[in-house]
């Protein structure tokens, strides 16, 4: 059957995350109910990353296979006029055969945006953690640092029960511009809540909170218990899928 | 009276402009209510730029006199406090008396966002205008540029019988980056739905369904007919004020 990729952004202000869950509003669901409205026939769909509530995408990737082909770019086009401006599809592109958004994925890219100014900025409020002080950039670099590699990050994860927590962060950095700091991370894979968990953890150690060689204690211990903030949603996007 | 200036931004997207009105929420409307709570009485108020409905603001600047010295620092917390996020108080600083943010300033710069790419963008949908087709920034550029110096902008003002519509455009250009156009305008002022006429004549010249030496002749003749294109609010900001 012939497989295709839809690349898609959206605002996750107002679903409950990607995957579909009755009587919510997701991602998932919404894209899902567009996708048979116009094809007639509901694919089994799969997913880069599958974002929590109030998580942004720009560069969010799914796969799915249909009985036979079709215009790509008819069916984005539908899709968008469906979807409305929170979801757009910015292209629907023919795949080899076995594509999966998921499975084929090599890396996920994620960005994270943090506010040390002391006002809010209104325009940018759900897309960036308002913080409203100062941050010590160097240890938060540190700590962002000491992720590189492969490790276990149980610390960082709401652990599923037998699942590996293993992961392989290939970059890790705070991007500091003023009263702006941008956090990139890029694994080959994340467990639940782990990059929300890391900004966390740079935030306590950037204020002072926890010490900058913390993260080496708590990845090597596994103990969740010491990570105590979890960097709220509407700062994070998964920004970029590598296949 | 001890005079004050309050700086301060918003997300126009809720809200039915600035000036207050009766029955619609809007940000004048909002702000008075705040500093009325806070103060205990609701002093007159003078603003920089009265913004339409769905305009944003970045450097919006506010005025008003009370009878005795206030703490400035102190009342921006308390309103930030009262009014949430879609408008955020960045300071409040006391002035020489006499200061009036709409008659001391010498100028008003806006930006206006157009983006060309073929899919829009969930994140910014509420600050860009999505024309999603390619358009000739050369001759944008060029109308622009007629745009510069003191001119009669009646043919792109919703006129006030009896008031004068020269005035002093500053600056005046569209900065383009990829499938993103910014136009930056400064003015000594700027008369009812300026901005959003030059940038809907742009955009008009730049799809090719005028011609690029239209604007001196619409200039000239003063002919608001021929200006058929008003770009919609979402895309502009009130970035900053000169004094």
Redesign the interface.
């Known amino acids: 059957m012939p497989s295709y990729r839809l690349d898609l ?3 996750g202000s107002g679903f409950r995350g990607y995957a579909r869950q009755n009587g919510q509003r997701t991602i998932q669901g919404e894209l899902e109910s567009a996708l048979e409205t116009v094809l007639g026939t509901l694919p089994a769909t799969s997913v880069a990353g599958r974002t929590d509530a109030g998580v ?1 995408a ?1 560069g969010q990737v799914v796969s799915f296979e249909v009985q036979e082909d079709i215009d790509g770019a008819h069916l ?1 086009r539908s899709l ?1 006029g469906i979807l409305g ?7 629907v592109t023919r795949v080899d055969d076995g594509f999966s958004a998921r499975f084929s994925a090599r890396s996920r890219r994620y960005r994270y945006l943090i506010s040390l ?7 940018t ?1 759900n ?1 960036v953690w308002h913080v409203g002080r100062p941050l010590d950039i160097g240890a938060m670099q540190s700590v962002a640092g000491a992720a590189l590699g492969e490790h276990d990050f149980s610390a960082f994860c709401r652990s599923v029960e037998g699942r590996s927590n293993v992961r392989r962060v290939e970059e890790a950095w705070w991007d500091p511009d003023g009263e702006w700091l941008t956090f990139w991370i890029r694994a080959n894979a994340f467990c639940h809540q782990m990059v929300r968990s890391l900004v966390g953890l740079c935030y306590d150690v950037g204020r002072g909170f926890i010490g900058v060689d913390s993260i080496t204690v708590i990845i090597e211990t596994g103990d969740r218990s010491r990570v105590v903030t979890v960097a709220p949603p509407h700062g994070l ?1 998964l920004w970029e899928v590598g296949y």
Do not use: F, K, V
């Open positions: 952004a959206y605002d942004h720009r984005a968008n401006p929170e979801i757009a599809i910015s292209a100014a002391p006002a809010g900025d209104p325009l409020r897309q996007t």
